[in-house]
């Protein structure tokens, strides 16, 4: 027999207690609004997530949302590396494309088990308006005009105004809502570690595009000057491979490769690997239901949007429904779903047209490649706009002015 749902009945359902997806109740908690937000891990994990090897570039859009919500503040300075310069490099050419922005940093690097920490910080901050729930895995879903039900894997229903999915880019509630999603396998995956160097890093990343691999360093200043994420780009079976082999020969590997960047490296914490593969949902939104986060745009990390993505969505998603108000949501919905969809669609396709240009090994491709950095290098109103890109003010591009970027070249 069915159970009867429970749970406030005005209270958004969130399912998800990710980053994006606990962001989201803290947005809605600022605007007066309840919500419920469920995840399969238990409690513990969610306030003290593990290590995943991730390391989030924030723009400056980004970290205005997060010390809105307090939870800039609630980072240790060492938690925070400032990204200063980014430089580009083709194959084993010494020549590269650096990318600065005057005074300003770029961005600034947080890792992402730091992220979720203080976002689960701020839910139990706002717990009058947010209960969190532990264990809880949804296995179905009902929408209709009156209300959202969820059922959980234990046989309970709750039910709300609205569903909110932020359950990543392989979204179970996204399939049971019917949405299709175009997820692209790029046939290659990241390993991810902290490396330690013997040179210092100047808070400048390097991002090295070699025949067959990507190799990228992301300076971790805050906790060293001589520390750095490493963001090895593979193609799926070298990267099988590698995972296979001990520490101190993949170590060696890497050595061999780093073309003496950094000078002699160690490593300093566990490697970590992911499937590298985008998703894009053919609509963000249905009746009292919408996606959020990765589970609406799941990007490739090159360009680092995907997080700042999810929490400009999250921003969105609160603000129309505060304007809307959550009892018939659909308004707010469609605001969201046209809103989002312009600010991410171009640059998704953008950053999969390069990924595919960079990592293509015939030699038109590598003409190419060349090409476009030369291009880049000598055009600085191509570079301004990258970097304004990538230091992205708070407001929504296009609709303000961005503060102008300093770029030279070396
Ligand atoms: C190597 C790498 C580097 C990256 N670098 C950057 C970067 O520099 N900048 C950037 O902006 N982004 C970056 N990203 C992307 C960023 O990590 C993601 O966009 C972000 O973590 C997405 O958060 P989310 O909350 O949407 O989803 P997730 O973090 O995937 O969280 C989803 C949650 O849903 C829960 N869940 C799933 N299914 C269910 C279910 N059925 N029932 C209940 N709960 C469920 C899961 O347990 C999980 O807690 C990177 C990603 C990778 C892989």
């Not at 082999?245 to 060696?252: A, V």
């Not at 690997?273 to 990765?294: E, H, I, K, T």
């Not at 407001?395 to 770029?407: D, T």
Request: net charge positive; aromatic share 6%.
């Amino acid at each position: 027999m069915m159970s009867k749902p429970c749970g406030a009945n005005n209270s958004v359902l969130i399912v998800g207690a990710g980053p994006v997806g606990l962001s989201l109740a803290c947005l809605l908690a600022d605007a007066g609004i309840p919500s419920r937000v469920l995840d399969v891990k238990p409690l513990a994990a969610l306030a003290d997530p593990a290590e995943d090897g991730r390391e989030i570039a924030l723009t400056q859009r980004s970290i205005a949302i997060l010390q809105r919500l307090g939870a800039w503040q609630e980072l240790a300075p060492e938690e925070k590396s400032p990204l200063r310069r980014a430089r580009v490099f083709n194959g084993r050419q010494t020549a590269s494309l650096l990318f600065e922005a005057g005074d300003a940093a770029l961005g600034t690097l947080v890792s992402n088990d730091a992220l979720r920490r203080v976002a689960h910080a701020g839910a139990l901050r706002r717990s009058a308006l947010i209960a969190l729930q532990g264990e809880a895995c949804v296995t179905a879903m009902a929408l209709d005009g009156m209300a959202a039900t969820v059922s959980l894997a234990d046989g309970r229903r709750l039910q709300g105004p609205l569903l909110v999915a932020a359950d990543s880019r392989f979204s179970t509630l996204r399939r049971l809502a019917g949405i299709p999603c175009e997820l692209l396998d790029f046939g290659r995956s990241v390993q991810l570690a902290r490396i330690a160097h013997q040179r210092p890093h100047q808070d400048q990343a390097l991002e090295c595009f070699h025949h067959g691999h990507t190799m990228a360093w992301l300076p971790l200043g805050s906790r060293s000057p001589c520390l750095s994420s490493l963001v090895l780009t593979l193609p799926a079976d070298l990267a099988e491979t590698l995972r296979g082999w001990e520490d101190s020969r993949w170590l060696d590997w890497v050595q061999t490769h780093a073309q003496d960047r950094l000078g002699n490296l160690r490593l300093a914490g566990p490697r970590h690997q992911y499937p590298l593969v985008a998703s894009y949902a053919r609509r963000f939104a249905a009746l009292r239901f919408a996606l959020v986060g990765d589970a609406a745009v799941g990007m490739h990390p090159v360009t680092a949007h995907g997080y700042n993505f999810g929490l400009y969505g999250a921003e969105r998603l609160a603000e129309a429904l505060r304007r809307e108000g959550v009892a018939e949501p659909a308004a707010a919905l469609e605001r969201y779903a046209d809103g989002h969809r312009r600010e991410t669609r171009l640059i998704y396709q953008g950053t999969n047209a390069v990924v595919r240009l960079f990592t293509a090994e015939a030699m038109p491709a590598r003409l190419l490649r060349r090409g476009v950095l030369d291009i880049a290098q000598h055009l600085p109103p191509l570079k301004q706009l990258i970097t304004a890109r990538l230091t992205e003010r708070a407001g929504f591009i296009g609709a303000q002015p961005l503060k102008k970027p300093r770029s030279r070249s070396l």
